[in-house]
Nanobody
Framework: QVQLVESGGGLVQAGGSLRLSCAAS????????MGWFRQAPGKGREIVAA????????YYADSVKGRFTISRDNAKNTVYLRMNSLKPEDTAVYSC?????????????????WGQGTQVTVSS
């Protein structure tokens, strides 16, 4: 069992930055690939970024490439999402997820565990 708790969301002006954190419980964190998803009002859930167990492989949605950076610290059981140059269209609830299969997580948005989410609001 893995529990995920996100933090770091908030209100920021367009062009600003935020760093989201996702703390995982349990000793099996290193067994999972991790991802960040977001869901805006009236829209479906979309994957934003993903990272494999070692941090050596990452994936980004086209909409965030060059602006967002995913990273993980396995010693702290934590995954991060650094978001720069934020736009109003980035406004959404951001959730982290843990998955044994990163390709599955990316392709069909399936994960083994989900966090509750943290709100990110970007004002224009």
């Amino acid at each position: 069992q893995v529990q995920l708790v996100e933090s770091g969301g908030g209100l920021v002006q367009a062009g600003g930055s935020l760093r989201l954190s996702c703390a995982a419980s349990g000793r099996t964190f290193i067994s999972y690939g991790m991802g960040w998803f977001r869901q805006a009002p009236g829209k479906g859930r979309e994957i934003v970024a993903a990272i494999n167990w070692s941090g050596g492989s990452t994936y980004y949605a086209d909409s965030v490439k060059g602006r967002f950076t995913i990273s993980r610290d396995n010693a702290k059981n934590t995954v991060y999402l650094r978001m720069n140059s934020l736009k109003p269209e980035d406004t959404a609830v951001y959730s982290c997820a843990a998955a044994t299969s990163v390709p599955t997580m990316i392709q069909i948005r399936r994960a083994d565990y989900w966090g509750q989410g943290t709100q990110v609001t970007v004002s224009s």
